[in-house]
Structure formats: C-alpha cells, structure tokens
C-alpha cells in the first residue's frame, strides 16, 4: 500500500511540475490555486516606431504661387501723324472803294480763318504788275507799310498807325486806305501762314473822290 501511493506522488510530480518531489514521497505541499498547467504567454512589446517623433511646434510650409515672367508688351506705334499746316485759304470776299480823305481810295477784305496774316497787293491796272505795298500779322501785330498808306485797321485793332498788339484778332473784316493822288488803282489781297501764301483774291479797283 506505501508502495503504490509513492508512485502516485511521483506521478503528479511529473503532471503538475510542482516543487522538488522526494522518491518514496508525496508532495512537500498541495498544490496552489493559482498554479497554472500552462505558463501564461507575456504580452509582446509595443513594436519600435520607425519615424521620428519630430520635436517642438511642426513647421506648416506655405506655398507661394509665382506668376511666369512675361516680357513687357509694348504699346502699339500710334498712328495718328501729326500733320503738316497748310496754305490758308485765299480770301473771297474783297472790295475797293473811293476813300474818305482827298486823293483817297480804300480796300476792304474778309477774313480767313486759318491765316495768320495778309498781304496788300498794288498795281496801276488789272494786268500790271503787282507790288506790295502792305502786310499785317493777326498774331503779332507786325505790320509793314509803303509811303502813302493812311492806315490799316480793323475792329479791335489798329495796324497803321500802330498800336500796341493785345491777343490775336479774331475780327471778321479789315480795311486799308491809301492817298494815290489821282487816277485808278487795282489791288489784290493774299492770306499767309506758317505753311505759305494762299492763291490771291480776285482784282478790285477803284479811284479816288
């Protein structure tokens, strides 16, 4: 009967793993509650994180658009020209008449818009030559005379005796008177600019009274 619970105490030493077994003897102890036929498997280690913590505040990179450079397009030639002055036109709108003085005889004329000036064309017959024997400038008011000019004046201003020039005159009409003594004289007028000289007006005479 020892016997037989000797080999029984072994055996459970062998099953149970438990404590130093003595031969010929049960077990020093009983066994635990706690005691586990299997050894309870440790939890695997959290695996190594194989990107880096990075440390203080993360950077945000801001992406900035840059426009493609272009070459500056140039502004088209202008192909407005500015262009040149020309001739006035001739003046349409002349007489002669006897003056108001003895020996007197006087021309009137229209104005030209785009003249700065006229010239006062004499000649003792309608096909003879002509000289002259005046001009004025609108702008200026320079003015050249022959002997026997009386005067050359207009309504705002006085040419011949000469006055001082105050602005352009704009006057619609002007009037030349000259002492000839007797007999008949013709006269033709021409307008100027910068450009030149207009084509002369139509001839007109007269004699005096």
């Known amino acids: 009967m020892g016997a037989r619970v ?20 049960g077990p020093t102890s ?15 280690a ?19 658009t840059i426009p493609p450079t272009t070459a500056p397009v140039s502004a088209p030639a202008s192909t407005s020209r500015i262009m040149p002055r020309s001739r006035p036109h001739a003046v349409t709108t002349v007489s002669a008449s006897p003056g108001r003085g ?24 309608a096909n003879g030559l002509f000289k002259q024997t005046g001009k004025l400038n609108v702008i ?3 003015t050249s005379a ?8 207009s309504y705002q201003h006085s040419y011949v005796p000469a006055k001082k020039m105050s602005g352009r005159d704009t006057s619609k009409s002007f009037e030349y008177v000259e002492t000839i003594g007797s007999g008949k004289r013709c006269f033709k007028v021409v307008a100027f ?3 030149g000289d207009s084509a002369a007006s139509k001839v007109v005479c007269a004699s005096p009274p």
């Open 140 to 142: 200026t008011g320079v």
């Open 146 to 153: 022959a002997a026997g000019v009386v005067s050359i004046w």
């Open 102 to 125: 003895s020996g007197e005889v006087a021309v009137n004329w229209g104005a030209v818009s785009d003249a700065d000036g006229y010239k006062i064309l004499r000649s003792t017959s």
């Open 30 to 44: 009983a066994p635990s509650a706690a005691a586990s036929v299997t050894s309870t498997p440790t939890s695997p």
């Open 193 to 195: 600019n910068t450009a």
């Open 6 to 25: 000797s080999v029984l105490g072994v055996a459970m030493c062998a099953v149970f793993s438990l404590g130093a077994c003595t031969p010929g003897s």
């Open 46 to 64: 959290a695996p190594a994180s194989t990107s880096a913590t990075p440390t203080g505040s993360p950077t945000t990179a801001t992406a900035t």
